[in-house]
């Protein structure tokens, strides 16, 4: 069952927002998901954004600024929620912490356990969903996300190397293990057996033989959390190391938000487009 | 003196929001500037942006999909706010009077008389203080505006014809004199004679002789306030009957949302661009 919480007519297709109760994460869970004009009975294959902390689905689907790339590679656009939501799950007072912050694990801690299983609900759940309700080609996906979503983009795609044919990021958290955001949230949901870790950590990932077949990633120099959080140069190493042919971009005087997100997402469309068949 | 609130790189060029004391309104006054890259010392045209009610700089700035068109071409993007804010100035609880809901209007009628001069400060302060801090080229203005702010651009072009080189609008109130809308605002800021209604009604003014070299307009079918607010065959019949050379379209499907002003946004931008001599 799949409510529709709103559709507009956006650049030729429909922008719409999606409801559904969740088997994963024992929630109601909604997303967003731009649809291109298309000829009838085309299946489209599907660009799944991942986004940052404290968002939702609308922040991308608002500021992203992919709709007239993905109407013009022919591209359907899904940006699904950071966490569960509703009343009787469990928060955190912090910004990166719970609601908002779910880091796109499946937690094995209480009280995080029952409800943030995002793992589980976009490697497994929604995508079927998609498929049922969407003219989605499901052997065309691509993956990319900020931030967070970054971080979550990347480390479902190394997990998953045969569901995804394009991966790329926006500033990205590369390694939790090695930064503030990741101590705590991967302490919080997974407890403190590091080695648990590794599953949700791109480099850790490619450390232990994962491979992407390739990779897009942009990043501003104006980035407030390039140094701490974001570690952009650790990615870059584990790429070289382990052989992947990665296009990771320092882009100067550009900050964390959305306006440098939608100065490059046109050229990530079109990357994963051509990667994907369009 | 100006403010920066806030600066973003993006698509190559500065997004800020700024802040300044107006005289006109007698409050700090908000508003966006996307300043594109440039050759040092050049002057760049400008196209002004009035928002619809509710809205303040932000909507657009967020949500308009304007910057890689402005980029492209070479144009700044001026976005002003849609009324004076501020616990001293006097608000109404409905949505289309009082804060958010100017008009593009000197009130003359009390209690808004002494902050609601949205005309004067579009027209007369903001430009000049433009001009100072921006690497603008005033002798090539465009002006484009959304429901409230397209009535809004209409308006203050066919009052100001040698200040702007080229037109546009999405889905503007087209006359206030003939809307429910406008009955209230006007009837509340200009008092019950309506005869001063008519510097602020499009229709009226082309009506008593004012024109416009050309404009363009886009407007969708499914837009929810097309026949009791918009009525944009008003407009159609106006121009038709005064020789004004308007493209107007009819946009099958789309709403009233910004999901339906960012999917043409830029071609208003490429139309002005070509009129501004980019």
Redo the contacts between chains.
Sequence with gaps: MLETLEE?????GV?GVYRHASSSTGTDMTFSAFVPEHDAGAKLPVLWFLSGLTCTHANVT??G?Y??ACAEHGVIFLAPDTSPRGEDVPDDEAYDFGKGAGFYVDATQEPWARHFAMRSYIEGELPVLVGEHFPVDLDRQGITGHSMGGHGALTTALRNPDRFASVSAFSPIVSPLNCPWGEKALGGYLGPVREAWRAYDACALIEDGARLPHLLVDQ?T?DDFLENQLKTGLLVEACEKAGIAADIRMQD???H????I??FM?DHVAWHAQRLGC
């Design positions: 507009h007519r956006s650049h030729g922008q608002e500021k600024e709709r007239a501003g104006a005087g550009y900050d938000s959305y306006y440098f939608s100065s046109a």
